[in-house]
């Protein structure tokens, strides 16, 4: 199995980085080195950009069945968490090098998802401002953001 096949993400920045030695080199084609070795670059970051939005939207939809009274639509929460957290894994198992980097991408995505999350119960009229600063000071760590953690469910 090439690298390729085990870590997308270190096989893009390798071949990024062996097409700016050859264009060092002086290599005799005529190739656009480095705008080729950008987009194979690129090819990593949309991987690390598109576990960035999964994992914004599961802290999204956890900050809204941790804060939001509302009985509907939590089960479409959850499923929507599940299918985030697939996702996520999905990616980490085709660029395992990844995986150090979950913990920063959480910390980073905290606020984001918080605040869209403030923005939806706001627009269904389901918080006031107090609930909204309660909801500022949350946070939601990696492991339960990743793992198959689910806020309480709210008292009747």
Known sequence: MSLYDEDFIAWAKQQAEALRAAARAGPNQTLDWE???EEIEGLGISQRSAISSYIMRIIQHLAKLDFSPAVEPRNAWRRTIRLARLQVQRRIETSPSLRP???R???EENRRGIEYAI???EEHGE??????EAMRRASYTADQVLDDWFPPEPQA
């Open 105 to 107: 991408i959480v910390s």
């Open 101 to 103: 980097e979950l913990g």
């Open 119 to 121: 923005a939806d119960l």
């Open 35 to 37: 705008n080729l070795a």
């Open 127 to 132: 918080l006031d401002d107090v609930d909204a």
